[in-house]
């Protein structure tokens, strides 16, 4: 989002809070904080929406000011893109599919995603059965072979950009530090400071660790689509 970290720059000091009290009060390191205000990452939408309220800001200002999609592993993706369709008999949503290939293996780099096609969905489905709501679902297809059997190379999942927390852990779409995957990742507990365990379920690939500030998590995975 072009401009954003000096907006969040500005509110603070009008507000008088400095940028390790605002860390404090969101409930992150100032150091991760502070890579938003340096415009160096984006936050998720859960996390842009707590920054917003801590600083008074209006959500909609904030989310109009993100630029093109880029390799910031699609944490800039809009998340007000998915729109809301009323047929005969129920209200559907639109999930955007993009390009983008996220890697089950030795992960990828993502320098540009563009979206390619639009699933159109039961919204009472989406909200039972994939634990979204309009914003935060996209479609993107798995490439590698590191999650199989689980998810095969080609395959595409659906991936909910609400959930962000690995707790409880499970499979999730994450930039680890150096490239853009999906992995079965868990908190390891009484860690210090907190780590993240990040598994492959193909056996032939080690699994390994990182710093939970050193990764951004872009939401988990909450269903396989899968031809039969």
Not at 35 to 53: A, G, S
Not at 54 to 75: N, Q, W
Not at 125 to 135: D, I, P, S, V, Y
Request: glycine share 8%; hydrophobic share 40%; net charge positive.
């Amino acid at each position: 989002m072009k401009g954003f970290g000096k907006k969040l720059r500005d509110r603070g000091k009008q507000l008088g809070l400095s940028q390790a009290e605002v860390a404090k009060r969101i409930g992150i390191s100032q150091r991760r904080y502070s890579h938003y205000v340096n415009d160096l990452r984006e936050p998720n939408l859960e996390l842009l929406k707590k920054i917003c309220r801590i600083l008074e800001l209006d959500p909609s200002i904030a989310l109009g000011a993100r630029d093109s999609l880029d390799h910031d592993k699609m944490v800039k993706m809009p998340p007000k893109v998915n729109e809301m369709l009323t047929s005969r008999n129920q209200k559907m949503i639109i999930m955007p599919e993009y390009d983008a290939k996220i890697g089950a293996g030795g992960g990828t780099n993502i320098e540009d995603v563009h979206k390619i096609a639009e699933w159109q969905v039961p919204i009472a489905w989406a909200r039972t059965e994939l634990r979204g709501e309009a914003e935060g679902l996209m479609v993107v297809t798995i490439e590698g072979d590191s999650m199989t059997p689980t998810i095969g190379p080609g395959e595409k999942v659906i991936v909910n950009r609400a959930l962000v927390t690995p707790s409880p852990g499970g499979i999730f779409a994450l930039w680890d530090g150096l490239a853009t995957v999906v992995k079965r990742i868990e908190y390891i507990p009484n860690s210090e400071p907190a780590h993240i365990r990040i598994i492959s379920d193909n056996e032939r690939y080690d699994s390994y660790e990182r710093v939970a500030d050193e990764i951004h998590i872009i939401g988990r995975v909450v269903c396989r689509l899968q031809r039969l």
